[in-house]
């Protein structure tokens, strides 16, 4: 089974600092991992995903996540934060387990504030 | 349009009446997704098609729940004989092929569905 748990539900931040935004999760396969972001009344966007390739993974908007198998985590970060970023910030986890089933569990999210 | 659209955007329904969710996938995807997303929680996969071929349905809650993709673009998920738990807001997404697994999914902005 899978699972993944966003360890924060709420991060706030000043606008030009770093941001954090924290993910475990628990796979019994070799996961495919992604992080989405929902801004307000706006459908679900990836901003950058892992498939075994480079453990560290650049995304859009300036994010970056690094995959670690040793601590089962995948958090994304950002070196300085924008107001544009305010929004909620869900990290995904995705296994194929069988043919035609994939698993695919997102976290409960992280709504993330940015104070100008 | 470039993306997935949802109709209605808003949909307020009496304790048992049933309803229908439509959902235009971006034209050319291969796969499509219906997920449910809970007040304050992270989107739940419902059922997953293929074409027109329904592949895995295992996150359908009940058989109140039914979807279709008769032509393999358009897919309608009804839920029959609605009841206040199936309010919540439900999500479409598709992907361009069939291995949704390490692929980028496409979301539409949802349905919300309030059942009173």
């Known amino acids: 089974a899978q699972s993944v748990t966003q360890l924060d539900s709420h991060v706030s931040v000043s606008e030009g600092t770093p941001v954090l935004l924290r993910c475990n999760y628990s796979?019994?396969?070799?996961?495919?991992l992604f992080w989405y972001v929902q801004h307000p009344n706006k459908g679900l966007q990836l901003l950058l995903k892992?498939?075994?390739?480079?453990?560290l993974v650049k995304g859009i908007n300036g994010f970056e996540a690094e995959f670690k198998k040793s601590e089962t985590s995948f958090h994304l970060t950002k070196p300085s934060a924008h107001m544009s970023d305010a929004a909620e910030y869900f990290c995904?986890?995705?296994?194929?387990?069988?043919?035609?089933?994939?698993?695919?569990?997102f976290g409960a999210g992280t709504r993330l504030t940015v104070k100008p | 349009g470039a993306g997935v659209s949802q109709s209605p955007r808003y949909k307020v329904a009496k304790r048992g009446q049933d309803v229908a969710l439509r959902c235009d996938p971006i034209?050319?995807?291969?796969?499509l997704f219906w997920y449910q997303q809970a007040l304050g929680q992270g989107p739940e996969f419902l059922t997953y098609f293929q074409n027109e071929a329904q592949l895995d349905k295992s996150g359908l809650p009940s058989d109140r729940f039914f979807a279709e993709r008769p032509e393999g673009s358009v897919s309608t998920l009804k839920i029959q004989r609605t009841q206040q738990e199936d309010s919540a807001v439900y999500l479409c997404a598709s992907s361009l092929d069939a291995s949704a697994v390490h692929n980028e999914q496409f979301f539409g902005p949802g349905t919300r569905l309030t059942v009173l």
């Open positions: 796979s019994s396969y070799s996961p495919s």
């Open positions: 995904v986890v995705s296994v194929k387990w069988r043919r035609n089933n994939n698993d695919m569990r």
């Open positions: 892992y498939t075994s390739a480079a453990t």
């Open positions: 034209s050319g995807h291969v796969s």
